[in-house]
């Protein structure tokens, strides 16, 4: 469904697939480090200040944050190679219409082209 004429030939996006599973592996790869902030935090007050609790308390919060940010970013990334195999890669969701070559170099999980983002 995808050639020159819509914009991206075979190679780009062959290329923009692998950019997708190298990204792909270093979230999987950050989740993983970033699992231990997530972890509950400590209530014994002897041992951490009530500042630092609400300190820990709030570094919980954003890693809790950023690990929903990368599974989004995991789940566009396996719904993006799922449209490469059954080659319905580079088409707007909403219009039917090619999405730009450099919407997808700048975004290779974009579903709509600029003007239904918009």
């Given amino acids: 469904m995808t050639s020159e004429a ?3 030939t075979e190679a780009e996006i062959h290329a923009l ?3 997708m599973r190298a990204l792909r592996q270093e979230l999987r790869a950050q989740d993983a480090i970033a699992a231990e902030s997530r972890g509950p935090v400590e ?3 002897q041992s951490v200040g009530r500042l630092s609790r609400m300190d820990a308390l ?3 919060a954003m890693a809790d ?3 929903r940010r990368r599974q989004n970013d995991l789940a566009r990334i396996g719904a993006a190679l799922r449209r490469i195999e059954q080659g319905e ?3 707007c969701s909403e ?3 090619p999405i730009g070559k450099r919407r997808l170099e ?3 999980m974009a579903t709509r082209c600029i003007r239904c983002a918009d």
């Fill in 95 to 97: 219009c039917g219409e």
């Fill in 43 to 45: 209530l014994d007050q």
């Fill in 65 to 67: 944050a950023e690990a």
């Fill in 106 to 108: 700048a975004d290779p």
């Fill in 6 to 8: 819509d914009g991206l």
């Fill in 89 to 91: 890669y580079g088409w």
């Fill in 58 to 60: 709030q570094q919980q």
């Fill in 17 to 19: 697939a692998q950019r």
